[in-house]
């Protein structure tokens, strides 16, 4: 089965606005201008994309008219910088964070969960090699389209991303518990028991 993920988060409270910093960047990588060609090479050694490109990006799409009722942001912040600067730019707005998720998996299980994924790229299903497999090698159950995986979900790139994760992201851990925003949900549970625990949460 697959997981309903942040979009199906999205869906179930009110179709807020889903902002995903990897989905936005992935697809200016695929541009033919020396920014995409940058933020490709960028992504592909499994490195962060400079700060200020992020905020800037972030900030541009938070004013849109789809984000006005409420937002989600999926991938961001990466750092204390960002987390600092959004909150800067939230507190100018009158419209503070009210909710922070982490989800908690293991390393060497985060590692077999993204170097086994495969994307349906124009719907973004998603299929797992041992978890969720598609019914034919590679093909996508609904459509009967080839599969893909990205350039950047493979062993070594994915060490680059979890050293940086422990060096950069981790200390928001910190700064939002002290805020008392951050909840902590155990995602090494079957994604459906996920789904309930966040469902839980934002019920409350």
């Known amino acids: 089965t697959q997981s309903k993920g942040s ?4 869906a179930e409270y009110g179709g807020v ?10 697809a ?11 933020v490709a090479s960028t992504l ?13 990006i972030i900030e541009a799409n938070l004013q849109s008219e789809a984000c006005k009722i409420g937002f989600m942001l999926d991938g961001f912040p990466r750092n204390l910088v960002q987390a600092e600067k959004l909150d800067e730019y939230l507190e100018g707005q009158s419209e503070p964070l009210n909710n922070v998720v982490e989800f908690k998996v293991k ?6 969960r993204i170097s086994g994924r495969m994307i349906h790229q124009s719907s973004g299903r998603t299929y797992h090699e041992v978890f969720a497999p598609p019914k034919v090698p590679m093909t996508d159950d609904v459509t009967g389209e080839p599969l893909m995986k990205r350039p ?15 060096e950069q992201t981790a ?31 934002f019920t409350h």
Not at 28 to 38: C, H, N, T, V
Not at 173 to 198: C, H, N, T, W
């Open 28 to 38: 200016i990588a695929k541009e033919d201008s020396p920014l995409g060609k940058r």
């Open 171 to 201: 200390p928001l851990i910190e700064f939002y518990q002290k805020k008392g925003i951050l909840r902590s949900i155990d995602a090494m549970q079957s994604p459906e028991k996920v789904f309930k625990d966040i469902s839980a949460h």
């Open 107 to 112: 390393d060497d299980i985060l590692v077999e």
């Open 17 to 26: 606005c889903h902002l995903s910093t990897g989905d936005m960047l992935r």
């Open 7 to 10: 979009s199906g988060i999205n």
């Open 44 to 56: 592909a050694a499994g490195e962060l994309v400079t700060d200020s490109l992020v905020i800037e």
């Open 152 to 166: 950047d979900d493979n062993a070594t790139v994915l060490k680059r991303r979890l050293d940086i994760y422990h």
